[in-house]
């Protein structure tokens, strides 16, 4: 008890909550410009924290996601341009809110529900972490192994449209992974003789080049003048009683819905989202108004998008298999900082986690005391002027990656995975399986080498836990491959009968 109470106090001292002063600030401001994501933002100020200690430096990664998830609302509902993917149904039914003179309502309502689904989520990794470490505690090479290799078919499955191109990014990250020694024999794997590749990859500059140069440098070029001007009439802010009564049910079910999302490898708040606006849609007295302003609308998309946070921090902290792109990027700041995700972490640093889930409860709290404060700043912030922000990017992207090594190189590599992330992002290629496979590519090949080794090569199916895993990575695939066959199918029935 003692341990976990120092964990909590942790985070009270003067110098933690500096960090997390600063990570709201800059995950408020990262929402609020649609194009900058959280995964973007948090991959950007990995390059900064290094330097910090462990619980500082996550103070700051952990702020930037909770708060980006409330900042994103903001140009979602004033001009109806998502701030983050996860906002995406947010412009519904906020935007059509605005323009009925009702965007304070619409805030105020999106902070509420929001805070609500992230302590929902934190009261779900409090209860489910422990319990699911303890269970992987037991897992042996061949179950670490299986699980590894389900988590990436989960979130190559659903990261993009086409299956071919999600294995294609896992397949790209697996091999980014076997870049440098082999931790094992020693020998070097497509070092090309560069003695800067024989330590691997920088973590860092690959995903702040992925996540970060890439974005800046599809917004360069997709760039247009003629932009959509905020709404600055904001009517009324708080609810009535009778409208607290109404989202109180679409909040309880799309609630219940990014709980379970946020569990899915890889399935994040955008999935959550939408998800959860049509559940509630469905549940609801009022679905003809739907997609036309319903507060209903706006109280289910930002609720099941923040539910899913404290879901994905479970499987990355209890098992060590990122929940979304931004737990990935944080997965690889932690193994940095020397600590490594996992069952492990619950019994060798039971303060940590406690410091961890009262960061994200406290970041929480302060970000939604801003939100109910009447912003007319937010606004003016809008209209800021993309030039300046694609600058500020850049200068933070480049002494960000140069910091973390103080080599040259670094940078180089940045750069170069930049204009890789553009090309591939220009070819509906997504950079989430990428990170995905150069995190977890390192732990699959040491379990699996370990697994043939102790268990032979029949080991992986032998046992009932890794052959049930497995088995569920070939069902998540060939319901992948069978969704798109079914619904064109289904569309041909419908066209073929009308009626």
Known sequence: MSALLDGVLAVFEPSVMLCLSIGVVVGMLVGMFPGITATMAVALASGFTMTLEPVQGLAVLLTIYVAANFGDRIPSILINTPGTPASIATTFDGYPMAKNGQAGLALIVSALVSAVGIVASMVLFAGAAVPLAQLALRFGPS???????????????????SITKGLLAGIIGLFIATIGRDPITGDARFTFGIR???????????????????????QLLTHRNHEVKPISALGRWWPTKAEYKRIAKPTAISGLVGLV????????????GLLGWDRAKAASSTKATFGKGN?????????????????????????????DSVMAVMIGSMIVWGIQPGPSLFVNE????????????????????????????MVKLLDMPKPYIWATVLVFCIV???????????????????VVGLILKRCGIPAGPIVLGLILGPLAESNLRRSLLIDGPTGLIDKPISATLIGLAIIAVIAALGSPLLARRKAKRAKANPS
Do not use: C, H
């Not at 179950?143 to 449209?161: G, H, P, Q, Y």
């Not at 973590?203 to 599809?218: S, T, W």
């Not at 999302?261 to 959550?272: K, L, M, Q, T």
């Open 350 to 377: 039971p303060a940590l986690v406690a410091t961890i889930t009262a960061i994200m409860v406290l970041a929480t709290f302060i970000t939604l005391a801003i939100n109910l404060v009447r912003m007319p700043m």
């Open 196 to 218: 800067e590749l024989n330590g691997g990859l920088d973590f860092i500059a690959v995903i702040i080049g992925l996540f970060g140069i890439a974005e800046l440098l599809d």
């Open 295 to 323: 507060i209903e609308g706006v109280a289910a998309a930002d609720t099941a998008s923040s539910a899913t946070l404290g879901g994905s921090l479970t499987t990355t902290m209890a098992l060590g298999i990122p929940g």
């Open 143 to 161: 179950e670490m192994f299986a699980v590894v290799v389900l988590a990436m078919t989960i979130m190559i499955s659903i990261s993009s449209k």
């Open 400 to 418: 960000g990656t140069y910091a973390t090594t103080n080599n040259l190189f670094t940078v180089w590599v940045m750069l170069f995975f930049g």
């Open 261 to 272: 999302v946020g569990i899915i490898p890889g399935a994040g708040g955008d999935i959550a």
